[in-house]
Structures are given as C-alpha cells and as structure tokens.
C-alpha cells in the first residue's frame, strides 16, 4: 500500500484509549486500514470512524477520518498540526 498523507487535527484519550483525528491531503486518494497499519509510525486499530463536523458553510466534513491508536503511551507522538502518513 502507498503511503497516504494527512495532517492531524486533534489527539486526545477517552476511556484509556488514543484517538487521532485526522484532515486527508489528498481527497482523490483511497486507503484501507489493515492489521498493522501506522499512522505517523504509532500502530493503530484496524478500523476508523468518520466524526461528524461541519465546515464553514454549515456542510458536513468528508475529509476527516478518526484512529484509534493502539498503544495510548504513543499520543505524545502525535500534535495538532502534524503532517504523517499512513502505512499498511
């Protein structure tokens, strides 16, 4: 798989766990998200989520995707701001 690059928007804990919220670059890019993959080199789960937020005109976002990290001890890794790719 091709690396794919977004910027991240938000890093928090909930409930024990690390979750990134994250802008992709590139809107014609297509990604999966399988069993070891990376993002900005911190191992996430195998899934994402698509939070709801709006833009400037009131319409919903379709360029932010959610991971959840797999070790909560790497969210200092990881800044609002930051540019990281997604791998695997």
Known sequence: MTA???QLESAFEACGR???VARLLDPEA???VGPG??????LV???LDA????????KQRRDLFGFCLME????PRLSP???VELVG
């Open 45 to 47: 789960e195998s899934w």
């Open 81 to 83: 701001g930051d540019f």
């Open 18 to 20: 690390g979750y990134v």
């Open 4 to 6: 794919v690059r977004f």
């Open 72 to 75: 909560v001890g790497d969210l």
């Open 37 to 42: 993959a990376s993002l900005g080199g911190c």
């Open 51 to 58: 939070p709801l937020a709006l833009d400037a005109d009131g």
């Open 30 to 32: 297509s990604f999966d």
